[in-house]
């Protein structure tokens, strides 16, 4: 083999060589994230959660804005309210746990491809910006979060997201961030006023209302309710009492409203007034009215069947000292004198707890009130006219069927045998006794006249007067009998 061709070959070798180095560089450059994260990198490993002052929420057509002033998180769409606090942990918590699953390189151009149009009115196609800021108002963090990369045949699930300091780079992330939403009432607290151990309740309506009001009592909790000034012709209805029992234990709102916002939608001309008491001191007055439009739509994001605007206010009549029992020892003294001071510092701080709501109105549903809102003929209806139980007198009739009079036994008269002679004269003297039979059923009918009629309008004591007219005189007839056959 000639200098020349081995020259050559080895020519051809290095230029194999330097092409596989090319497409080896090559193929490097394409598979090489667009930034320095790797994949299985906690995204917000350093974000400063302790600084953070607000969040904001920006949707396709609604926004929520979170802000915290002395450890207590609020809600700045509905002036303040307290907020769900434990759905915006959860929130933060799934936000600083997202891993990196893909990385793209995509620009801005590309961010409705990613459920990240910002011109887009549809939430799916819109996405969420998320700022987060400090007590100084300065941004700490912004971001995008977009559509489930699930859509996308991804073998992983979770959600795009897109860093504001990083234009050109998308991340796929394993989190779907369930708690994620600009609907305002969701961001609410759900904690409410719960009322247990009630002693009374009163409605009352105002003048014209198609329902009256009305007051039920009960001395302890383990009796029932007992409706006060019932009329003998009502009768209460236990069902419609024992669901008084545990009334608004664990009530739900729909929304908040300032005093203004509930003015404008209730029926001023309709406001019901409701007071509880309880037997631990505390006393619940509300005062709630339905809504002026019956359409379920009331605002955007918010739809009910139907529902009344309340008013909440809480109160407590609590007792300054405990009322000792009779012959009470000093250790029994001792146990239930803690055992008052216990209860009165639960209820003192239940009381702070739900003394803050009186600053709201709060929309509720129809049925979170529907065992309440009921007038008095609700809980005591009427008794029917045949239910009724009158006093009546029986007047009796000469009838067949009438009861026969009670018969009067009398001892037997013996009366001494006449003398034999004045025996004959008696029956010399007395004419024959001749009877026609004719003759006698025409007499018993002529003395025996039809009486039915007169009875009818007799007084009670001329009947009584008859009867014992009538007795007499059987028991006159009936001596003559006995005379005639002695014993």
């Known amino acids: 083999m000639s200098k020349r061709l081995v020259t050559i070959l080895w020519g051809i070798v290095g230029l194999l060589a330097a092409f596989t180095l090319i497409v080896k560089s090559s193929q490097n450059d394409n598979n090489s994230a667009p930034t320095e994260r790797e994949q299985g990198e906690v995204i917000f490993k350093n974000l400063p959660l302790a600084k953070i002052a607000s969040m904001k929420i920006e949707g396709a057509s609604e926004t929520v804005t979170i802000t915290k002033e002395e450890d207590q998180w609020s809600l700045q769409e509905r002036n303040g309210y307290e907020i769900d606090f ?277 929309l509720v549903a129809d049925y979170t009130l529907s065992a309440l809102n009921i007038g008095k003929d609700a809980l005591a209806k009427p008794v029917a006219k045949s239910d009724l139980v009158a006093p009546t007198i029986a007047t009796p009739r000469p009838s067949p069927l009438a009861p026969a009079a009670p018969v009067v036994t009398t001892p037997p008269v013996v009366i001494p045998p006449a003398p034999a002679a004045q025996q004959v004269v008696e029956a010399e003297e007395a004419p024959p006794a001749t009877h026609n039979a004719e003759d006698s059923e025409n007499s018993d009918q002529s003395e025996e006249p ?7 309008v007799l007084s009670e004591e001329d009947i009584e007067r008859i009867m014992k007219d009538t007795l007499e005189s059987e028991i006159q007839e009936a001596a003559p009998d006995s005379e005639e056959n002695p014993g």
């Not at 620009?107 to 799916?124: H, T, V």
């Not at 039809?450 to 009818?456: C, F, G, P, R």
């Open 86 to 362: 434990p759905k915006l942990t959860r929130f933060l918590r799934s936000l600083t746990e997202a891993a990196i699953a893909q990385s793209r390189k995509a620009g801005p151009a590309f961010d409705n491809r990613f459920g990240m149009d910002s011109k887009s009115d549809i939430q799916e196609e819109h996405g969420y910006k998320l700022t987060f800021q400090d007590a100084q108002g300065e941004n700490i963090q912004t971001l995008t979060i977009g559509k489930s990369i699930a859509a996308q045949g991804a073998r992983v699930t979770g959600k795009y997201l897109r860093l504001g300091n990083e234009k050109d780079a998308v991340y796929a992330v394993n989190e779907n961030f369930p708690d994620l939403t600009t609907k305002v009432t969701d961001w609410l607290s759900k904690e409410f006023i719960a009322i247990d151990g009630i002693q009374s309740i009163q409605l009352e309506t105002p003048k014209g209302d198609i329902i009256n009001g009305w007051s039920v009592a009960r001395n302890t909790e383990d009796s029932e309710f007992a409706i006060l000034e019932l009329t003998a012709n009502r009768e209460p209805q236990s069902d419609k009492l024992s669901a008084l029992k545990n009334i608004l234990s664990a009530p739900q709102f729909e929304d908040v409203l300032t005093e203004e916002e509930a003015k404008e939608k209730r029926d001023e001309e309709k406001v019901r007034k409701i007071t509880i008491s309880t037997f631990d001191g505390l006393v619940y007055n509300l005062e709630y009215a339905p809504l002026k439009s019956k359409s379920s739509e009331l605002e955007e994001g918010v739809s009910i069947s139907s529902g009344f605007v309340m008013k909440v206010d809480v109160s407590a009549n609590l007792p300054s000292e405990r009322t000792a029992a009779e012959d009470e020892t000093e250790e029994e003294a001792k146990a239930a004198e803690a055992e008052f001071l216990a209860k009165q510092e639960e209820v003192k701080k239940k009381l702070a707890r739900e003394q803050p709501y009186s600053s709201y109105y709060y």
């Open 450 to 456: 039809n009486n039915s009629d007169a009875l009818n």
